[in-house]
């Protein structure tokens, strides 16, 4: 169960009960890892791109300090999550050079990039703020854009 919010339009507060899918998946070479400490969906994109750097050659993150957030489904794609602007002040004060934020379609308003966008002026901190509608923009930007 989880308490959060359960409707954005109006902040109401709720508890709910969330499903959980459990899968096995056999990939070549095998991996091991666990999500037992993973609290929700937000870790999505940031979990999705560690395994795809270790089951390629070379360092994504070229050693560069990356942090994101995002909740990802079967196809790719790259969801809200709540507190943005929170996670965004942590990956400033550990450092964080580039942090992956939803775009949602680029919706604008009070999206998730458009907050983290905000609050990164707001806390003026150099790290880059990349929009991402799906987990290909991420890697396309690790792959093509950081230097």
Known sequence: MILGIIDEETKQIGIGITLVTDRDVEVNPSITFSSGNIGGPSAGLMFSLEIYDQLTEGDLTKGHQIAGT???????????IGGIDKKVVAADREGVEVFFAPNEGGRGGDSNYEVAKKKAKEIDTDMVIVPVDTFDDAIKYLKEELK
């Open 70 to 80: 995002g909740e990802i489904d079967y196809e790719g794609n790259v969801g809200r």
